[in-house]
């Protein structure tokens, strides 16, 4: 909504199919789907048909089984957007280098010039938040504008969030009404009023921004801390 038109969509993760569901309906001309786990995916088909609802039978849909990052560092394709939908950084993961600096670098080479992407930035819960603050302070050299947002994850009883980055517009100062109108996206949470407000985050966050400065690098990765 905020980056339209979309043309060109690149997915790293996501195998349950919702997000690939959701970006269909922007009406994007291809979208490369890069998901490590084929068995994962396929069992997603099977029994979450629900989530997908036939999205992986689309056509523009390109669906790759390969390590996200890899693919970013050889494709020379550029995309309007980027979606990294992937799991928490734990030790030992393939998804933990995806939450680097050198992996973010990459990302902004494969966007178009006015790209944006937006990464699973981890739980908001105060005892937890070293994880998302420092992936809040490594993106930030790297993107022009650098968005957090919450959302209230029901099926891990936590508020959660995205980080949105920007090479061209601030997504906080855009109106998205007019985007919203367009046609029937059939949408149950986000609207123009939730736009409007959420960016705005509480100040034990502002304050985890400058206590967890430490960039993510490939030496030095964050890993999501035990909940017990």
Not at 34 to 41: R, T
Request: proline content about 7%.
């Amino acid at each position: 909504f905020t980056h339209a038109p979309v043309r060109t969509v690149c997915i790293i993760g996501g195998s349950e199919g919702a997000t690939l569901r959701e970006v269909l309906k922007h009406e994007p001309e291809r979208i490369v789907m890069i998901d490590i786990d084929e068995e994962l995916v396929e069992l997603c088909k099977t029994h979450l048909a629900s989530w997908s609802q036939g999205a992986y039978e689309d056509p523009r849909v390109d669906l790759k089984f390969m390590d996200g990052r890899k693919f970013l560092e050889e494709t020379q394709e550029t995309f309007d957007a980027i979606f990294v939908d992937i799991s928490d950084p734990l030790e030992g993961r393939p998804s933990t280098p995806l939450f680097t600096r050198n992996f973010y670098d990459t990302v902004s080479r494969r966007l178009a010039p006015e790209g944006c992407v937006v990464v699973q930035s981890e739980t908001l819960n105060p005892v937890r938040i070293e994880p998302h603050a420092r992936i809040y302070n490594t993106m930030l050299p790297i993107f022009p504008f650098v968005r957090p947002y919450s959302y209230m994850s029901h099926s891990f009883h936590e508020i959660y969030s995205f980080i949105l980055g920007s090479k061209a517009h601030d997504p906080a100062e855009l109106g998205v009404a007019s985007r919203l109108g367009e046609r029937g996206f059939g949408l149950r949470y986000y609207s123009e009023e939730l736009h409007r407000g959420m960016y705005h985050l509480p100040s034990y966050i502002r304050e985890a921004y400058e206590q967890f400065k430490q960039p993510i690098t490939d030496e030095d990765v964050v890993y999501y801390p035990d909940k017990e």
